[in-house]
Structures are given as C-alpha cells and as structure tokens.
C-alpha cells in the first residue's frame, strides 16, 4: 500500500495562490492514479482535481476549472495542486487521494488518503 502525505496549506488572502504537495512512499507511486479532495465545515467532502498514472490525463471540478492545475512527478514520487485564484469559498481541508484500480471524482474510487491540509483563505 502507499502513504500518502500532503503538505504546502496556509492562510492567503483572496487572489493569492498556493501549491500543495502530496508525498508518496510505498509502492511504487505511478501505479495509482492521485486525486484532490476538499471538505468544508458542515459539507461533504468534495472532488477537485484527478489525474492519471502517467499524468496524461486530468479532470477538474467546474468551480476550481481554470484556476487550479494537478501535476504529478513519478520521479519524485509526489503529485501537486497549484492554486491560483483563490477565493473565500476555496476554504477547506484538502486531501490528496491514490488508487492503482479506481480513477473518477468520487471519493470512494479511491482507497488510500491522506490526513489533509487546511486552506484558507480570507476575503
């Protein structure tokens, strides 16, 4: 199995940008296809971002589509979240997510996650 650790969240004020990092170790990280989830106080956990195990191919959340890029490096066994654009409603624990079969936007596709890191950003 592989752990999964995510790094790089803090407080930004509206506009600002952030990158989040997820670090894996384990097995071998470009078998599992990584995704990004958020949960908001009183919300269900929600889908951000998915990208394959080669990176070759991504999927976005309309409301995060055009402000928020998932890369992977399989080299360096990590995957990102650049975010751009941030808004108040942006606020959240983020999770980073990977699984070597599922692949989608719904969290239960995936089987391994990470504790989270808070976002959060003011108006």
């Known amino acids: 199995q592989v752990q999964l650790v995510e790094s790089g969240g803090g407080l930004v004020q509206a506009g600002g940008s952030l990158r989040l990092s997820c670090a894996a170790s384990g097995r071998t990280f470009s078998d599992y296809a990584m995704a990004w989830f958020r949960q908001a106080p009183g919300k269900e956990r929600e889908f951000v971002a998915a990208?394959?195990?080669?990176?070759?191919?991504?999927k976005y959340a309309e409301s995060v589509k055009g402000r928020f890029t998932i890369s992977r490096d399989n080299a360096k066994n990590t995957a990102f979240l650049q975010m751009n654009s941030l808004k108040p409603e942006d606020t959240a624990v983020y999770y980073c997510?990977?699984?070597?079969?599922?692949?989608?936007?719904?969290?239960?596709?995936?089987?391994?996650w990470g504790q989270g890191t808070q976002v959060t950003v003011s108006s």
């Open positions: 990208i394959s195990r080669r990176g070759g191919v991504t």
């Open positions: 997510a990977g699984d070597t079969a599922g692949w989608g936007n719904i969290p239960k596709a995936y089987s391994y």
